[in-house]
């Protein structure tokens, strides 16, 4: 079934007014979804929740633009119109306007379907004539076939074998016009929309138009009656059949008795009253033995295609008014012959099985759904029906199959929000305790994070006055921060990279210095293990670098001096001398062979020295 109904997400309020007004629980609000959606196979197209949203969220499929097609295709289009029109446009004064208002709109014929009920209400006397011990139940209501189709199967043989009026009228007009004809039924159900999709051949019909969408038309291309002369209705005309929009009018229409105490037929109408109707139809037809003449609205009158705020009886006055007024002037001959000439097409129908109950859930999973929502000792029939659903235990059933979930229960739902309200309380309790202590720790944090800026402010201002060159970076050997001294050191490039990007910050290290020196950085990285005063040549200088860990295998920091640079060469030159002594008196208290090791430490140290100065005193020269 494709999506007759459906309900906008933007729109919807979750309400859950449409879920319990469905009458099949086609209705589903998963959890987490806070939206209603129908689902269109367990659909039967009744309109309930069309009728019963208050912020008008669902709507139905729209049939204008096809129908505008069809009117603009050159096509011979006849528009024919449920009974039920003249309950609907109780605003119109003259049925005959009405038809010359249609008929603007670029429809060739408009006829009237009570021609076909008037066919089709013979077919159901000579099955109720021809009894043979088998009850049936009406099927001019499609809203009432799709529900025992769907939900009661097993009542599909008792599902009367006759085409609903509107088929029957639409059979006739292709027999009478050709069967080139396009049609477009006019009524006030929706379902019909999903109807006429089970026909072809001389009981298709093209597009069916609801009521309110045909005022719609009328709006669009500005269709006011006071613009109009009269026209009347195209053949066929129909006879009692106009009665039809009353539920027991297709019993009138052919004298079929509806005595209390001799009649076979009972005629029910209302949702309510449809539901228990085929419930005990389906329990207790033997006991009751009678035909059931069905349909889901009150009658035609009141169905989802028609203008909101209809008021029944008012519409009933309208169509009884019609029917007398019509019969004053009817021609019986010239629809005798019609009824001749068209009584004997074929008029029968089938059905599908196309059964949507829900699988039973194990008895587990519903006990646990009861539990959640603190109702597993509740009465098996008993429940607020808040939720839309009958009992507790549907509810809960309905949660286990995925249809429902636990928020909807307004009892569950108030108890956790009381409860939250408290945890609230509470919440808001502690919060008052401790917004002083919070605004005095906002104080120290101001005050804490004052100091930290003026401490970090003083150590960049430090790092770029050292004379040493310094470099920070990340494990992906990114520079984080350096200073003038390490970008002199590198060279022109650096020089001017800093220009764009001070302090070469995110630049790769790798880029900037060579393999021995770059790889000592990898080093410390990888293995968390520090490099202390480490010798390396670079371009024309003899560098000493130290890399250590700043955060273990994360962030690195390297001290880098020019030996060649005088003030570091005097420095370093002290201190390696210092070294020198510092190391010769340890060992002159060690034993003698250690002294002749010491002795060559001495030497190597006192010729890097030596090599240090001469080095230095080249570069002076040059």
């Known amino acids: 079934m494709s999506q007759l109904f459906e309900i906008s997400k933007e729109s919807c309020i979750n309400c859950y007014a449409c879920v319990r007004v469905c009458p099949v629980k086609a209705i589903e609000v998963k959890a987490g979804q806070n939206y209603a959606k129908i689902i269109a196979d367990r659909c039967i197209g009744c309109g309930s929740c069309l009728n019963i949203c208050p912020v008008n969220a669902v709507k139905y499929h729209s049939s204008k633009e096809e129908v505008k097609a069809l009117l603009s295709s050159g096509a011979k289009v006849a528009a024919i119109c449920a009974p039920s029109i003249s309950g609907e446009f109780v605003d119109i004064t003259d049925y005959r306007k009405f038809v010359e208002m249609i008929k603007s709109l670029g429809f060739t014929y408009v006829c009237e379907v009570t021609f076909g009920v ?31 189709e769907k939900y009661h199967p097993e009542l599909i043989n008792n599902l009367a074998p006759i085409v609903s009026p509107m088929v029957a009228t639409a059979k006739s007009l292709h027999n009478l016009y050709g069967e080139d004809t396009k049609i477009v ?50 053949e066929p005309i129909g006879y009692k059949g106009s009665l039809y929009p009353i539920s027991n009018g297709l019993l009138q229409a052919v004298d079929i008795s509806e005595d209390l105490l001799v009649g076979k037929v009972i005629t029910t109408e209302g949702p309510t009253n449809l539901l228990e109707a085929v419930e005990q139809f389906e329990t207790s037809t033997e006991l009751i033995k009678r035909h059931f003449n069905l349909f889901y609205c009150e009658g035609c009158l009141m169905g989802p295609g028609t203008s909101k705020g209809g008021k029944k009886y008012i519409r009933r006055t309208m169509v009884v008014n019609y029917a007398n007024k019509r019969l004053k002037t009817f021609n019986r001959e010239t629809w005798e012959k019609h009824i001749a000439k068209f009584e004997k097409l074929d008029f029968a129908r089938s059905f599908t099985f196309n059964d949507q109950r829900l699988i039973s859930q194990p ?20 429940g607020c029906e808040a939720c839309g659903y009958p009992s507790c235990r549907d509810f809960a059933s309905a949660v286990a199959s995925g249809l429902a979930n636990t928020d909807m229960c307004l009892n569950y739902t108030l108890k956790n929000r009381q409860e939250y309200i408290k945890s609230l309380r509470a919440t808001n309790d502690k919060l008052a305790k401790t917004q002083d202590a919070l605004k005095e720790s906002e104080k120290k944090a101001r005050i804490e994070q004052d100091a930290a800026r003026e401490a970090s402010d003083t150590i960049t201002t430090m790092l770029k006055k050292l004379p040493s060159a ?27 990279i800093n220009e764009i990007i001070p302090g070469l910050v995110s630049a790769d290290l790798k880029s900037l210095l060579p393999y021995n020196i770059h790889n000592l950085f990898s080093y410390v990285i990888q293995n968390n293990d520090d490099i202390l005063n480490r010798d390396i040549h670079y371009k024309e200088s003899l560098l000493n670098i130290s890399v250590f860990t700043i955060k273990k295998n994360s962030i690195v920091g390297a001290v880098i001096r020019d030996l060649y640079a005088p003030e570091v060469r005097k420095e370093e030159v002290i201190k390696r001398i210092t070294d020198v002594v510092d ?15 010491g002795a060559a430490e001495t030497e190597q140290m006192l010729n890097s020295i030596i090599h240090a100065y001469k080095e230095g005193d080249k570069r002076n020269e040059k």
Do not use: W
């Open 583 to 597: 190391k010769n008196l340890a060992m002159v208290q060690k034993i003698g062979f250690l002294l002749g090791e």
């Open 185 to 234: 039924a006019i009524g006030p159900c929706v379902q019909h929309k999903e109807e006429i999709k089970l026909y072809s051949g001389d009981g298709k019909i093209d597009s069916v138009l609801t009521y309110v969408e045909l005022r719609e038309l009328f709006e669009e291309f500005n269709v006011k009656e006071s613009n109009l002369e009269y026209s009347e209705f195209d």
């Open 118 to 148: 008037d066919l089709v209400a013979r077919e159901y006397k000579k099955l109720f004539d021809n009894f043979k011990g088998k009850y049936f139940l009406t099927t001019t209501c499609p809203v009432v076939v799709s529900l025992i």
């Open 470 to 496: 310094v470099v920070i970076i990340d494990k992906k050997m990114k520079i984080l921060q350096s200073n003038q001294s390490f970008i002199d050191l590198l060279g022109d490039d650096a020089l001017e």
């Open 363 to 382: 008895e587990e999973k519903i006990q646990e759904v009861l539990k959640v929502i603190d109702k597993e000792f509740i009465e098996k029939d008993s």
